[in-house]
């Protein structure tokens, strides 16, 4: 018996609720590779950033990206953001370099004015919007 959503349904669902009613220009990143012949490649091209968050859109004139969380992993994101910003990527396990590029993309979406947040639920989204921002800060 599963206790929380998996992130791809909660991905779903904000994608649907943006959809309906936000009107946004979204789009939805996909994983960093493609499949051929039944296995997944890597993206080789230096343009293919780590980190990219889950959820790109534009809504009333502001650029927002939401990087989706089950609640369990949102709690662990929260809890070690500013411990893993500031650790040298050499020194964290896989699992916190890929929470690291994530957390950098999402500061240098705010620090060019724009909305970066980790999201766990639609009524997350649904408070940045109508806040417009507001919790852009760490």
Known sequence: MRLEPTEEEITEAICQFLELFAGA???RIAPGGFFRGGVMKKHKSRFVKKGVSDIQF???GM???FEVKTP???AFAMK???NIYSSPYEVLSAKKRHLK???EYLEGI???GFVG???NSVSMVKEILTTRGKRNKR
């Open 25 to 27: 220009q979204l789009n």
């Open 63 to 65: 650029f927002y990206a």
């Open 80 to 82: 070690h953001y500013h």
């Open 58 to 60: 534009v809504f009333q």
């Open 101 to 103: 590029d994530q957390i």
């Open 117 to 119: 947040e980790f999201v």
């Open 72 to 74: 369990t992993e949102y």
């Open 110 to 112: 705010r620090r060019n």
